[in-house]
């Protein structure tokens, strides 16, 4: 039940796209197509932002995208705002348990 | 709308025990699994464990597997989650959060957990 990898932090300026990538194995990404993203502001819960590997929740944003190619799943945010700025989570099912990745600090430049 | 309010937390000393819960509203409570999944302070969101909706089938994370117990009262909408042999690396904010098919959808605000003597 190792966790997931992704990179600490990214940045970005306003108006720009970052993509978090989130590497697994083939017993979890790699098997399931139930890969979640998930945004936490400082001092709140996750929020869903992603789901099934690039299915959005109603009311989420289109500038959130999500992809899956083989281990790695990834998730783009288009068109940065100061908003956006806050901790992401990918989380993938991986047969009888879930496993969160480490997560990645987003800073908004 | 989907609520999740959990309790319970609070300063406990090693060694001791805990019961976590989780109020459910806004939704059928006893037609989803639910999880529990923690969060070390200043660290990043670990899963710990799932149960299914009539509470006949629980999963747990490796490292609580023989201390943790979740179980659920669907008569009372509620999510349990009992902890015993405290440890110091159980500290923790620990947030209910129900499944919908295979994703975390919504989460509680969370219950905080300090373990010290």
């Known amino acids: 039940q190792s966790a997931l990898t992704q990179p600490a932090s990214v940045s970005g300026s306003p108006g720009q796209s970052i993509t978090i990538s989130c590497t697994g194995t083939?017993?979890?990404?790699?098997?399931?197509?139930?890969v979640s993203w998930y945004q936490q502001h400082l001092g709140k819960a996750p929020k869903v932002m992603i789901y099934?590997?690039?299915k959005r929740p109603s009311g989420v944003s289109n500038r959130f995208s999500g992809s899956k190619s083989g281990n790695t799943a990834s998730l783009t945010i288009s068109g940065l705002q100061a908003e956006d700025e806050a901790d992401y989570y990918c989380?993938?099912?991986?047969?009888?348990?879930?496993?969160f990745g480490g997560g990645t600090k987003l800073t908004v430049l | 709308e989907v609520q999740l309010v959990e309790s319970g937390g609070g300063l406990f000393q090693p060694g001791g025990s805990l019961r976590l819960s989780c109020v459910g509203s806004?939704?059928?409570?006893?037609?989803?699994?639910m999880h529990w999944v923690r969060q070390a302070p200043g660290m990043g969101l670990v899963w710990v464990s799932r149960?299914?909706?009539?509470?006949?089938?629980?999963g747990y994370a490796d490292s609580v597997k023989g201390r943790f117990t979740i179980s659920r009262d669907n008569a009372k909408n509620t999510l349990y989650l009992q902890v015993n042999s405290l440890r110091a690396e159980d500290t923790a904010m620990y947030y209910c959060?129900?499944?919908?098919?295979?994703?975390?959808?919504?989460w509680g605000q969370g219950t905080l957990v300090t373990v010290s003597s």
């Open positions: 959060a129900r499944d919908l098919s295979g994703t975390i959808d919504n």
């Open positions: 806004g939704f059928t409570f006893s037609s989803y699994w």
């Open positions: 149960i299914n909706t009539d509470g006949t089938y629980t």
């Open positions: 083939s017993s979890d990404v790699g098997s399931y197509n139930l």
């Open positions: 099934d590997g690039s």
């Open positions: 989380c993938s099912y991986a047969g009888s348990n879930w496993v």
